[in-house]
Structure formats: structure tokens, C-alpha cells
């Protein structure tokens, strides 16, 4: 059994936030994400018995893994871990011993900023590093996002894994996902910042509707790469294409195509907006998205239309959009700075006026992804 010599390690793994390009990494198109300054830290300490023991500052809890049974089952959370530590056990066998974690977060669940693409990957750089398991962060991204589909059930993108492992401070990841090759945007945002409106609500079947989305986009491409097999991928597709398949497609995977494909082209519009710091061309992609989300795609929810539709009235906001797979967590906001503490004043009122509830407003700003700050 090849070993290191460490006993133990503290890992740092950020959240994501992504300014444009939603539901369209399983696409093979382009998303905009960073790694964010909300973290969740874990500590591993290792030992020689088949099984480790993981505390959570969260559930305030400690849940025992088997390492000989890694199975799905319940709590859902300690899927993410076992999910995790049976696909490095796949791809260096017998080399993960016992050990025992300790995870503390500030990285709220349910808001569509990743705290599940966090935990894994801090998952995996952590056992990575404890056991010297010497695999590459790039095979890391992929065996995290494997460890979603088949623990956790969500047919998720490579996005948030992607960001949360290769983020980098103050820049955003042009990431292009047929490829999963990436390039570094400067973050510059001039007088303007952004800022998340946490909805506190997470609608149920948030992952059977994610699947479906899913589903229906493979759908459309394989009724067109059955007369023109050169597409791999539903964001290759030029609108027009798409366009002349309309009768052969049910006309739901159709208007969730186009929402696809348009995203795609809306992304690589922002891309040219930040090289020439055009931020109100910015906030108007956002807001675009935003309603295609809500009307194309259908993966918003009351909650986040309202927040959309209250900060694009507000003096001051240049842009907004729902965030993430959807049906609740955060709206993302293009704020400029002298008005961010009125904007969040008068989202609280009237969020609450409208629903009887609280928002959490979460200022962020780019960090780094994950890495080892302690070695033991
Ligand atoms: C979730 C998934 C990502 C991506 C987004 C939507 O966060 O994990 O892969 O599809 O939804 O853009």
C-alpha cells in the first residue's frame, strides 16, 4: 500500500457563483463561473481502520462510513462523501485507509452556490493529498461530477466542480464545456458589484426536474444528429438548424432547445461586454436569461421571479437573474455600489411584505478554489 506521510490535512472548498450561461454545461456550450468567498473547511485526520467517521458542524452530527459498504443510502448529504471515496477507491484501489473528517461551513445549502460540488471536492483533494493518491485535479473534476450522477442521482454539468477546483481570485472561468478547457476573465465590474439574494426557498423535485430538462435537450439532439450527425453537442446547433427540425420535436424540448442554445450565444455576448466593460449590455444578457429561464426553460419559481422583477425596478440595478440548476436558492444582482445598501434595504421590505419571509443577502467576491491550508 503506497502511503504518505501525512496524518493529517485541512482542505478550504469554495461555493460558485456563475454570471451567465445557465443549464447549458451538459449542453457542450459556454458558462461564465467563479469560486466564491463562502467556504466549506474540512479537516482529515487518518488511521488504519476500514472506515472513517465524519462530523458536521451542520447537522451536528456524526456519521460513520463503512469503506467496505459505499452504498447510496441515507442521510442524502453523506452521499456526496461516499460517492467521492468510491470513485478514488476505483481509480487507485486500496490505497484510502481509514480516516475521520470534521467539516465546518459557511456555505449556505439549497441556494444554488454549490455547497454539494464543495464537498466533494474537498473530498477528493483532501484524500487526494492524505493518501498521495497523485491524481490529477482535471480526473478529480470528472470523478466528483461521476460521484453526483450516480450517489446523488442529479445528471449534473461539469461546471460547479470545474469552478470550485480551478476557480482564481478576482477572475471569472470562460469555461468552455465540449472541451473542458477554460481561460481566465479579469472580474472588473468598475462601480458596479455583484451581489446574491438568497430566497431561502428550495422547491421539491428540484432534481427529477433538472433530469427531465436534461433529457429533453439530449432528446432534440438526437433527432437532429440523425440527419446530421456532425453535432455532438445541443449548443453546436445554429438556431436556424433547430429551427428546421420544429415539426420533428414536441414542442416543449423545442423551447427548452432554443433556451439552450440562446443562453449559449448570451454568454459568449457577455464575454465581449466584459472585455469592453460594458456593464449595462451585461445587465441586460442577465435579465434576458433570467426570463428565459422563467419562460423557455421553466426552472424558475415565484420567489425568484419576484426578486428579479423588484431589483430590475430599482434605481441602480443594472441587471438580474436567477441562479444556478433553479426552483429556488439566489438571484444574482448587478448593483452599483453606492446604492447596494438601499437595494438590499428594499428587496428585505418587500420580499417579506410579498411572502412573509426573510431573504439573505450574500456579498461575495472571487477567491481561489479549493486548497490544502494545513498540512499535519
Ligand atoms: C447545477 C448543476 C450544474 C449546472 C447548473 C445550471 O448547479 O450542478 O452542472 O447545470 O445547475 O447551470
Not at 116 to 129: D, F, K
Not at 193 to 221: F, G, M, T
Not at 278 to 283: L, R, S, T
Not at 363 to 372: F, L, R
Request: proline residues 3%.
Amino acid at each position: 500500500m503506497q502511503q504518505s506521510n501525512r496524518k493529517s490535512l485541512t482542505v478550504l472548498a469554495p461555493g460558485r457563483m456563475n454570471l451567465i450561461g445557465e443549464h447549458i454545461d451538459y449542453n457542450g456550450g459556454f458558462v461564465l463561473p467563479a469560486a466564491i468567498d463562502k467556504f466549506i473547511k474540512i479537516r482529515f485526520e487518518r488511521h488504519q481502520q476500514n472506515h472513517c467517521i465524519i462530523h458536521s458542524d451542520r447537522v451536528k452530527t456524526s456519521e460513520k462510513i463503512d469503506l467496505k459498504q459505499l452504498k447510496a443510502s441515507k442521510p442524502a448529504w453523506l452521499n456526496y462523501i461516499k460517492g467521492v471515496v468510491y470513485h478514488l477507491n476505483l481509480r487507485r484501489p486500496n490505497q484510502i485507509s481509514g480516516f475521520d473528517a470534521w467539516i465546518e461551513s459557511n456555505l449556505p445549502i439549497g441556494a444554488g452556490i454549490s455547497s454539494s460540488a464543495a464537498l466533494e471536492c474537498g473530498i477528493a483533494v483532501g484524500l487526494n493529498e492524505l493518501f498521495g493518491l497523485k491524481i490529477p485535479k482535471s480526473e478529480l473534476i470528472e470523478l466528483c461530477m461521476q460521484a453526483e450522477h450516480e450517489f446523488a442521482g442529479t445528471l449534473c454539468g461539469i461546471m460547479d466542480q470545474f469552478s470550485v477546483m480551478m476557480g482564481q481570485q478576482d477572475h471569472l472561468l470562460q469555461l468552455d464545456c465540449k472541451t473542458n478547457k477554460h481561460r481566465l476573465i479579469p472580474a472588473q465590474f468598475g462601480p458596479w458589484q455583484l451581489i446574491l439574494l438568497h430566497s431561502k426557498v428550495q422547491h421539491q423535485l428540484a432534481e427529477s426536474a433538472y433530469n427531465d430538462r436534461r433529457r429533453s435537450c439530449e432528446q432534440v439532439l438526437n433527432t437532429i444528429q440523425k440527419s446530421i450527425p456532425k453535432y455532438q453537442y445541443l449548443c453546436e446547433i445554429p438556431i436556424e438548424v433547430l429551427t428546421n427540425f420544429k415539426t420533428k420535436i414536441n414542442p416543449q424540448d423545442f423551447k427548452r432547445a432554443t433556451f439552450a442554445i440562446e443562453e449559449n450565444a448570451r454568454t459568449l455576448a457577455v464575454v465581449e461586454h466584459l472585455h469592453h466593460l460594458n456593464f449595462e449590455a451585461i445587465g441586460a444578457c442577465m435579465l434576458q436569461s433570467h426570463r428565459g429561464l422563467q419562460h423557455q426553460y421553466e426552472v424558475s419559481c415565484s420567489e425568484l421571479d419576484f426578486l428579479v422583477d423588484t431589483a430590475c425596478q430599482f434605481e441602480g440595478v443594472l441587471g438580474a437573474r436567477m441562479m444556478g440548476g433553479g426552483f429556488g436558492g439566489c438571484s444574482l444582482n448587478l448593483v452599483h455600489k453606492e446604492r447596494k445598501k438601499a437595494f438590499i434595504e428594499h428587496m428585505h421590505t418587500q420580499y417579506f411584505l410579498h411572502f412573509n419571509r426573510s431573504l439573505e443577502p450574500i456579498e461575495i467576491s472571487i477567491s481561489d478554489g479549493v486548497k490544502t491550508i494545513k498540512n499535519g
